[in-house]
């Protein structure tokens, strides 16, 4: 079993930055990919950025690709550690409920998908004022 616990949500202004953690416990972690999803007010939970177990691949939506960065202060084969996701030039558009999840096993092909995720935290709160 893996938990994971979100944390570094708040409101910022337009322009502003946040830094998302993410502090899995549990198995190996750091076997783990991990990702970032978000659902803004009455919208579906979308995806955001993924990074591999090893750290030597990641993925962007295009709607922050260049603004977020992920990254993971993991060791394979250890039990915690933490995924971050550093905002920056944040937008009102940002706005939404920042989840992080994990998945074990090989990468899967769709990696943007909820689906492909066995666990998930409970999410943390971002605000983006205009």
């Known amino acids: 079993q893996v938990q994971l616990v979100e944390s570094g949500g708040g409101l910022v202004q337009a322009g502003g930055s946040l830094r998302l953690s993410c502090a899995a416990s549990?198995?190996?972690?750091?076997?783990?990919?991990m990702g970032w999803f978000r659902q803004p007010p009455g919208k579906e939970r979308e995806f955001v950025a993924f990074i591999s177990s090893n750290s030597r691949s990641t993925l962007y939506a295009a709607s922050v690709k260049g603004r977020f960065t992920i990254s993971r202060d993991t060791a394979q084969n250890t039990a915690q550690n933490t995924v971050y996701l550093q905002m920056n030039s944040l937008k009102p558009g940002d706005t939404a409920l920042y989840y992080c999840?994990?998945?074990?096993?090989?990468?899967?092909?769709?990696?943007?998908?909820?689906?492909?995720?066995?666990?998930w935290g409970q999410g943390t709160q971002v605000t983006v004022s205009s």
């Open positions: 549990g198995r190996t972690f750091g076997n783990f990919h």
């Open positions: 999840a994990a998945r074990g096993g090989p990468i899967p092909g769709a990696l943007t998908s909820r689906a492909s995720y066995d666990y």
